[in-house]
């Protein structure tokens, strides 16, 4: 058994499979319709991701969430708010993480790892 797709709610589907599809290089599995998407990695080996419309409110400190890790984290975090991506307070966490905090184009947060850090 394996994590084949993560669903996350989004308002605007057309709006986060955008932003996701440029911040992890996915494309559509099939054609979206306008409530639902599944992105897959363009290389087709990998986690995919769905994007399915909900109304419920993001929280503010999700119990589940997304970590993308990279060897250049700051050009990423760079690159994602280029993208639409937010920063996030990061109250909870040490003052040296290994991590940065974002927010997606609907307020979905995750965060993105530097794999360098000691």
Sequence with gaps: MRIGTVAMGTSD???AA????AALGHVERE???DDWVVLVPAGGHGVGLSLGRS???V???PRVHLDLCTEERDTQVG???ALGAARVDRELYPDDP???VLADTEGNRFCV???THG
């Design 113 to 115: 790892i530097d794999t």
């Design 59 to 61: 929280q503010e400190v």
């Design 31 to 33: 054609p979206w319709q």
């Design 18 to 21: 955008a932003c996701w599809e």
């Design 55 to 57: 109304d419920t409110p």
């Design 79 to 81: 690159r994602l708010v």
């Design 98 to 100: 290994d991590s940065v």
């Design 13 to 15: 589907v057309r709006r």
